[in-house]
């Protein structure tokens, strides 16, 4: 079985392959199809030892200008489906798809543009910024290394992302360092380099995690605001509902490297039907301090091994609804107990 490949070593050069998949009039932009992404173990440097499943048979679909959230605890496998997406993994079975084409056969010309198209918002703003670069290197290096050479032109896109990301006045922050700058500040400007060449996508990871609440609320509003003005699609990977539910039009709950919940924002909050939505629902801070010494049942255990996962359903060791000789023995497909409401659980057979 191929795993992980070095994406930089294809032979094809042309940007767009011969076979492509034909793209359906449904306003598809991002197909991800039985994407399986595993990561091969050895034993001290020596010899194969298994493989870590981190994404193993996600289906969805991202159509333009609309944001979804994708939502799941810490190794639950969003870390991997992300540089899956953006093409920092090749998948080991399956495929992503953008508009249409195939992003495993696209080449390495292919690969450069289809990541132009993609825009990354990552968690940490002052990780993410590089400290020996002023804040106007940091955003003419992208533009610098997809081939726009024109001063002029850099300077005009930087002006123009400043004033959307609202940094201004401009020239008052261009020459900073990104330890002069605020947390917010920081994040704003990851969001204009992920914005300064005009992508299609944006994956947001975690991007209000490590930000003051205060702050958190401009940056979602930016983030909307930018998303309804270029029309953009988003994907918002995040383990917090309390979120996503503001921001995202449709929720994906990730368990174990699969998608076990796919619906709505309203359908899952008014009408969790997965035994670990629950859960995932359970864990959210509550506002109100009458709540605050209330403790919320959630599921027992950990999250299993991604190495040697459970048969059947991956949940089923931590389910209170556990079906002796069932939950165990197949891995439940999705079941679709009302209009665009998908779970992967046989209590909705």
């Not at 506002?287 to 209330?294: E, S, V």
């Amino acid at each position: 079985m191929t795993v992980e490949k070095n994406i930089n070593t294809g032979t094809k050069e042309d940007i767009f392959p011969v076979s492509t998949v034909a793209d359906s009039q449904d306003q598809t932009l991002l197909a991800i199809q039985n994407l399986r992404v595993w990561f091969e173990l050895r034993k001290f440097g020596f010899g194969h030892a298994g493989y870590v499943r981190a994404v193993d048979g996600v289906n969805f679909r991202l159509r333009r200008g609309e944001a979804i959230g994708i939502v799941g605890e810490s190794g639950c496998g969003k870390s991997s489906l992300m540089r899956t997406i953006l093409g920092l993994h090749l998948p080991t079975k399956g495929d992503v798809i953008f508009n249409g084409t195939k992003v495993s056969e696209m080449g390495t010309k292919g690969l450069r543009w289809y990541r132009s198209q993609i825009g990354y918002v990552q968690q940490d703003p002052y990780g993410a910024l590089p400290p020996f670069m002023p804040i106007q290197r940091i955003l003419e290096e992208p533009l610098v290394i997809h081939g726009i050479r024109d001063k002029d032109e850099r300077e005009k896109r930087i002006h123009k992302v400043f004033e959307e990301v609202k940094m201004t006045p401009v020239e008052d922050f261009l020459p900073k360092y990104p330890h002069m700058l605020s947390g917010g500040q920081q994040q704003r400007v990851v969001i204009a380099r992920a914005m300064i060449l005009e992508p299609k996508i944006i994956v947001a990871d975690e991007p209000v995690s490590m930000l003051d609440a205060s702050v958190r609320v401009e940056i979602l509003r930016l983030l909307r605001g930018l998303q309804e003005s270029h029309d953009l699609s988003v994907i918002y990977i995040t383990h917090d509902l309390s979120t996503v539910r503001y921001f995202s039009e449709r929720i994906f709950v990730m368990y174990a490297g699969n998608l076990v919940e796919k619906a709505s924002v309203r359908q899952i909050l008014d009408n969790p039907l997965h035994p670990y939505t629950h859960a995932l629902m359970a864990a959210t801070s509550d506002p109100d301090a009458n709540n605050a010494l209330t403790f919320k049942e959630v599921p027992p255990g950990e999250p299993p091994s991604l190495v040697t996962p459970p048969s059947g359903c991956r949940f089923h060791p931590r389910c209170s609804q556990f079906m002796e000789g069932v939950c165990e023995v197949e891995e439940p497909p999705d079941f679709e107990p009302e209009p665009g409401h998908q779970v992967a659980c046989y209590l909705y057979q």
